[in-house]
């Protein structure tokens, strides 16, 4: 089945700094890669995605890039803020299945 | 967006005793639900996919007759611990499929606390 490392689990930023998440994926049948951010206690939300047909694809502060080659995608926040501090986690999917989801990244910035 | 409900959000239970566990899609139908188990400071465990209409599909490990699913409706899936032990205190979170012109995403219920005392 699929298999998705994450990197680096902690991660630590100045305000203002920019913040960098790495995945892997193992199948390359895998075609959609969620990102959701999760603050303590709370529920994750989903805060970009990305389909296979697309190589970046940006939000505002938030952008993620997709190495279809390679098989890794990675998450990128500019002008990081103290509310862009909580858990990251990436996930990738084949066709109409499950997600597998990422160790996840604890993300610190620091003001 | 899509909205995912989730009720109770927080449970205490004794020793074998039974808890439900509702997830509910708000303003969308949902033919896939799914259900997650997460322990502190770790990612999100795939306990089983809950499919409209049929019996859910159960991730290895995972003892199908303690963690009973039903998936009755299209708004609404079921999470039933059954004989609950302490070892299953941990944070449930249901999370359902819906389909947009792009394709499917997944969208995550608020979770329930379960505590087993």
């Known amino acids: 089945g699929e298999n998705v490392e994450q990197h680096p689990s902690t991660l630590s930023v100045q305000e203002g700094d920019s913040a960098v998440i790495k995945c892997t994926y193992s199948d390359s049948a895998s075609n959609y890669f969620p990102w959701y951010k999760q603050e303590l206690g709370k529920r994750p939300q989903l805060i970009i995605d990305i389909r296979s047909n697309v190589g970046e694809k940006k939000d505002q502060r938030i952008a993620v890039t997709l190495n279809k080659t390679a098989k890794h995608f990675s998450l990128h926040i500019t002008e990081t803020q103290p509310e862009d501090s909580a858990v990251y986690f990436c996930a990738a999917s084949i066709p109409g299945n499950k997600l597998t989801f990422g160790g996840g990244t604890r993300v610190l910035v620091k003001p | 967006g899509a909205v995912v409900s989730q009720h109770p959000s927080w449970v205490i239970c004794k020793s074998g005793t039974s808890v439900k566990i509702e997830c509910r899609s708000l303003?969308?139908?949902?033919?896939?639900m799914f259900w997650y188990r997460q322990f502190p400071k770790q990612s999100l465990m795939l306990m089983a996919t809950s499919n409209e209409g049929s019996k859910a599909t159960y991730e290895q490990g995972v003892e199908k007759d303690k963690f009973l699913i039903n998936h009755a409706s299209l708004t609404l899936s079921t999470l039933t611990v059954t004989s609950a032990h302490p070892e299953d205190s941990s944070f449930y979170i249901c999370s359902a499929r819906e389909w947009d012109k792009t394709g499917p995403g997944q969208y995550f219920g608020p979770g329930t606390r379960l505590t087993v005392t």
């Open positions: 303003d969308f139908q949902a033919t896939t």
